[in-house]
């Protein structure tokens, strides 16, 4: 096979999570997690994207059918008419269970090993759904994308705990990569596949609105965790 043909044979997947929402509000009671928009650092975030592929190649543009990822997505497509963006229920976020229902002296705890090195299947997200139900939805919807020929260079707009399977299958790492795989707000990772569905990681938690990550200290379950005490503070300081 010619260098043209293997190029020709290569395809790539922009993998995409989200951009920054509020989650809490200024009482730090939850927003309903499936309806939150972006705020304002996730529209500063969405439009830093839209840069970042001004002039990337897209045939196609999916989406978790979550507002959050919607939005991302047309920021990213920076207004470009096609490809149109598809939505796809099976890519949405780990769903949460009730907060209400965790004693208050195990929030933090909660929170912050919400990913851990000792998950598996059957581990829940805060009380929630499992990750083994994760696993059966995302990877099965990855694989239909994947066995579609109408593409060569596809953008997939989900949430950073789909993203976190999709790169733990190119990696070969399971769910034991869910905690070393971080997943800033607006991030972008790069896998490229071949004719044989060998992967080949290209870019992981490429920030373009900080590409130094020097305002990225916190991971984002101890984000979520300042948010839902400190809701004032939301990102600042990150």
């Known amino acids: 096979m010619s260098a043209d043909q293997l190029e020709a044979s290569s395809r790539r997947v922009y993998l995409v999570r989200h951009g920054d929402v509020s989650y809490f509000d200024p009482q730090g009671r939850p927003f309903p997690p499936n309806a939150v928009p972006l705020n304002e650092d996730g529209l500063r975030q969405a439009e830093a994207l839209g840069e970042f592929f001004r002039d990337v190649p897209l045939d196609r543009a999916v989406s978790s059918d979550l507002p959050r990822s919607i ?3 047309e920021g990213a497509l920076g207004g470009r008419t096609a490809p149109a963006v598809e939505t796809m229920t099976a890519l ?8 209400a229902d965790v004693a208050p002296a195990d929030l933090k705890r909660v ?16 009380g929630g759904e499992t990750f083994g139900a994760l696993l059966d939805r995302v990877r099965p919807c990855f694989a239909a994308l994947l066995a579609e020929p109408n593409w060569r260079h596809l953008l997939i707009l989900a949430h950073g705990g789909v ?5 733990g299958q190119a990696l070969g790492l399971g769910l034991a990569g869910f905690a070393a795989l971080e997943q800033d707000p607006g991030c972008v990772n790069i896998l490229d596949i071949d004719a044989t569905g060998r992967f080949v990681v290209r870019l992981v938690n490429h920030t373009p609105d900080d590409p130094s990550k020097r305002t990225w200290v916190l991971t984002t379950m101890e984000r979520l965790y300042r948010q839902m005490i400190d809701p004032r503070r939301g990102t600042a300081g990150r």
């Open 71 to 73: 939005q991302t997505a």
């Open 111 to 126: 929170f912050v090993d919400a990913f851990t090195t000792n998950m598996d299947r059957s581990t829940t997200f805060l």
């Open 92 to 99: 949405r976020e780990i769903q949460p269970g009730r907060l």
């Open 163 to 167: 993203n976190r399977v999709l790169l």
